[in-house]
C-alpha cells in the first residue's frame, strides 16, 4: 500500500468503467489480492431484486476476525491498532497494538462463550467509545455471534425495543459513561430496558465512571472478573460469507426501527476496499474517525475497514466541546492525525466558535478529510477547507446509508477534483440511477430525481431481521429492479452527483437518521395530546431541527403551553432520547390534511421554514383554514 491507489482521474474512470463492465470479476479480484478466506467461494454474486436475494462469495468460508486482527501479527504485531483517547484529556491515551487486540478480543470472546453465546445468537452492545466496545463488537464476530451495537444515547424504552426485536441473549453495557463534563448511568437504563426483555439471561458491565450501580444476582456480572480467567486464544468460528454478522437498527418511516443485517465476506470486502481508496490510507498513517460505533459510520471505519487494512484508527470517547471548543484539534496535533473524518454538524458547531481554537494547534499531519451523514453547506465546506485543511486536504462528501454499508458516492483524494457540496462520483462498482415520480431512469446531466442503485454491492444490507417483507417494501418496491435510497439527487453538467435530501419522511438532524413516526408516536403517548405532526426545517448548526405541530384534546385545551412542551420532550428523551426532542412546538387548531386523512406536511414545512410564498396546491385539503391559523401562530 505504498502508493496511492486509484492515482489520478484518468485511472479512475478506467477502474470504474472496468468495474461496472464486469463487477464480478471486478469484486472477484480484489476479494483473491486482499483477504484471507479459509475456503474461496463457488459464486462470486446471485442476485434478484424482485426478492429481492442478493448473494456475494457464496460458499466461501471466513472469519472476519482474523482479517482484521490475526493476519496483521505476523507483519506488524507491534503496531498500533487502536488509540484511544479518553473523555478526560487528563486521564493517559492508551495505545493498543495488533498483538494486545488479538489477547483481549479473544479474551472477551472466550467470556461470551462461557456464558452460553454461540454462533448465531444475537449480543446487544449498549457501550460508550471505550475500548472494550471496539473489543465486544470483534469479540462477537470471533464466535459469529450477531452483535446489535445500540448507541449508548438511545433511552431505555428505545434499547428494550431493539433487544426484543432480535431476542438478544445478552447485554453489554457499562457502569456508566462520560460525556464531556456529565456522566450518565448507562447500568441505570439498561436495568429499567430489561425489565421488558424477558429473553435476555445475562448483562456483563464494565467499570468505566466507577459509579454505584446495583448489579441483579445471577444475571449481572463484572466483565473485567471473567476476562482476567479467560484464555487469551480463541479459534475464530469459520463462517460462511453470507452468514449474518451485524444488526443494526435505523429509523424508518413507521414507528419501529428497522434491524437491518450485514452478512460477513461482501462486508468485509467493500468496507475494507472504500477505507483504503477513499481515505488513501498508507502504512504508517493516523486514521480518526469522529463518529460513534452506534451507529454504520463507526462500524464500518473505525472498526472493519481500518482494522482489516491494518491500519491505526483513533476512538474518541469525548465531545468537541470539552474541556473546549479546541479539543478536535489537540487530539489531532497530540496524535498526529493524517485522516480526519467527521460529520458537516461538528463542522458547523466548530466553525461558530471561530478560528482561535485551531490556531494554537499544529494540524500540518492531515492530509484528507472526510464529511459524512448529510448534506454539507458550502460555507461549512469552505470553512473546513480553508482553516482545517488549509486548502492542501481534499475533502472527501461521503454518501452513504446504514444499508449501503459502506461509502457509495464519494470524490478520491488526489484524483477527483472536489466541488463544494458535492459528493461527485459514484465508488467503483456502483451503479447510480435518478429516476423520476414515474418510475423512468432520468439520463443525461443537469437533472435532478430520485437516487437509486441499479446493480447489487458486495456491502448491501441482505434483509431487515425478521421482516423481510418489510425490506422488499422500503427498498426494492418503489422502482422496479432498483434499490431505493429514499433520498434525492442531482447531476451536474459534468456528472457529479448532490445529494439534496430526504425524499420520505425520515429527517436527519445533526447527521442523526430520525423518523417522524417514531416521533409522533411519542408524542401522542401524552394524554393532552390529539394528533401531531413533525417536520425538519433548516437550522444552522443541526442542519434540519425538529418543529412539532400538536393538536390537544379538549381536556388539554386549557393547559399551560410550556409546560406541555417541556412534557412532550420529555416523552421523546424517555422513547427515543434526547437526540429527537423538538427545537419548537406549535399549539394547532387542527392539521392540515387530504380528503383521504393524510397530513400535508409539504405545507407544514413550508411554514416551519418560513417560505409560505407559495404553498402549492391547497385544493385537495379537507379543512382548507387551518392552514391560515397554523401560518397566523408559526414560531
Ligand atoms: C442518510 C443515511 C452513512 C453514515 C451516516 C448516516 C444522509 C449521508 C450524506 C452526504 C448528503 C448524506 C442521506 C442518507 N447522508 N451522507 N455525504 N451528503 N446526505 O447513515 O443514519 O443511515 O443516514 O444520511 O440522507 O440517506 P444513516
Redo the contacts with the bound molecule.
Keep these: 500500500m505504498s502508493n496511492y491507489h486509484i492515482k489520478n482521474f484518468p485511472e479512475y474512470f478506467h477502474e470504474y468503467r472496468k468495474s461496472v463492465r464486469n463487477p464480478e470479476l471486478f469484486w472477484e479480484e480484489i476479494a483473491e489480492e486482499h483477504f484471507l478466506w479459509r475456503k474461496k467461494w463457488d459464486n462470486v454474486l446471485s442476485w434478484d431484486f424482485t426478492k429481492p436475494e442478493v448473494k456475494w462469495f457464496e460458499g466461501a468460508k471466513l472469519n472476519i476476525t482474523e482479517n482484521c486482527i490475526d493476519r496483521h501479527l505476523y507483519t506488524n504485531g507491534d503496531k498500533t491498532a487502536i488509540i484511544f483517547e479518553p473523555n478526560d484529556p487528563n486521564e493517559e491515551a492508551q495505545h493498543i497494538t495488533y498483538k494486545e487486540l488479538h489477547a483481549r478480543v479473544n479474551q472477551m470472546a472466550n467470556v461470551l462463550k462461557n456464558k452460553g453465546i454461540k454462533k448465531g445468537d444475537r449480543v446487544c452492545i449498549y457501550l460508550p467509545m471505550i475500548p472494550e466496545l471496539a473489543i465486544s463488537v470483534l469479540a462477537c464476530a470471533r464466535i459469529g455471534a450477531i452483535h446489535s451495537v445500540v448507541f449508548a444515547g438511545f433511552s431505555s424504552t428505545a434499547l428494550a425495543t431493539r433487544i426484543n426485536d432480535s431476542d438478544c441473549k445478552m447485554v453489554l453495557t457499562s457502569d456508566g459513561s462520560y460525556r464531556g463534563a456529565k456522566t450518565i448511568d448507562l447500568k441505570g437504563i439498561v436495568d429499567e430496558a430489561l425489565e421488558s426483555c424477558p429473553v435476555v439471561e445475562s448483562v456483563l458491565v464494565v467499570k468505566r465512571i466507577n459509579s454505584e450501580i446495583s448489579m441483579k444476582e445471577g444475571r449481572d456480572f463484572w466483565m473485567q472478573g471473567l476476562l482476567d480467567e479467560a484464555s487469551i486464544e480463541c479459534a475464530p468460528e469459520i463462517m460462511d460469507a453470507e452468514d449474518p454478522l451485524f444488526i443494526l437498527y ?1 429509523s424508518g418511516s413507521t414507528g419501529k426501527p428497522k434491524g437491518m443485517v450485514h452478512t460477513t465476506g461482501g462486508y468485509m470486502v467493500y468496507t475494507s476496499y472504500t477505507f483504503k481508496n477513499v481515505f488513501q490510507y498508507r502504512e504508517g498513517d493516523v486514521y480518526w474517525c469522529t463518529a460513534d460505533i452506534g ?3 463507526g462500524h464500518s471505519y473505525i472498526v472493519y475497514g481500518p482494522l482489516a487494512n491494518g491500519a491505526t484508527t483513533v476512538m474518541f470517547e469525548g465531545v468537541p466541546s470539552y474541556p473546549d471548543y479546541g479539543r478536535f484539534w489537540e487530539i489531532v496535533e497530540k496524535h498526529k492525525v493524517n485522516q480526519f473524518y467527521t460529520a458537516p454538524t461538528a463542522i458547523r458547531a466548530l466553525a461558530k466558535e471561530g478560528v482561535s481554537h485551531l490556531e494554537s494547534h499544529d494540524l500540518s499531519t492531515l492530509k484528507v478529510l472526510g ?6 453547506n458550502e460555507e461549512a465546506w469552505h470553512w473546513y477547507d480553508d482553516n482545517v485543511g488549509k486548502k492542501k486536504a481534499p475533502i472527501v ?8 454499508g459502506g461509502i457509495m458516492i464519494t470524490p478520491i483524494p488526489f484524483s477527483t477534483p472536489t466541488k463544494p457540496t458535492y ?1 461527485t462520483l459514484p465508488f467503483l462498482g456502483i451503479q447510480p440511477a435518478l429516476m423520476d415520480e414515474n418510475g423512468k431512469e432520468i439520463k443525461g446531466n443537469q437533472v435532478d430525481g430520485r437516487l437509486c442503485i441499479k446493480f447489487p454491492w458486495p456491502s448491501m444490507a441482505r434483509t431487515i431481521w425478521g421482516n423481510h417483507q418489510r425490506y422488499k417494501d422500503t427498498y426494492f418496491s418503489a422502482f422496479e429492479n432498483m434499490y431505493f ?3 434525492g439527487a442531482l447531476r451536474d453538467e459534468v456528472g457529479y452527483y448532490r ?1 439534496t ?2 425524499v420520505d419522511d ?1 429527517i ?1 438532524v445533526s ?3 430520525l423518523g417522524t413516526a417514531p416521533i409522533e408516536d411519542a408524542i401522542n403517548e401524552h394524554p393532552a395530546v390529539a394528533e401531531s405532526a413533525i417536520v425538519g426545517y433548516p437550522h444552522d448548526i443541526k442542519g434540519n431541527a425538529l418543529y412539532g405541530y400538536v393538536t390537544l384534546k379538549e381536556s388539554g385545551e386549557g393547559r399551560d403551553h410550556d409546560n406541555l412542551r417541556k412534557e412532550i420532550n420529555q416523552i421523546i428523551t424517555d422513547q427515543i432520547g434526547p437526540i429527537a426532542k423538538l427545537n419548537k412546538i406549535q399549539f394547532t387548531a387542527g392539521l392540515p390534511k387530504t380528503r383521504s386523512g393524510k397530513i400535508m406536511r409539504r405545507i407544514l414545512r413550508k411554514i416551519a421554514s418560513k417560505d409560505t410564498s407559495n404553498l402549492g396546491d391547497t385544493s385537495t385539503l379537507l379543512n382548507p383554514e387551518v392552514v391560515q391559523d397554523i401560518m397566523d401562530n408559526a414560531l
Design positions: 435505523t451507529w454504520i459510520t464529511t459524512v451523514g448529510e448534506p454539507i462528501d461521503t454518501w452513504w446509508q446504514t444499508e449501503t459528493a435510497t429514499g433520498d445529494i435530501g430526504r425520515v436527519i447527521g442523526h437518521n
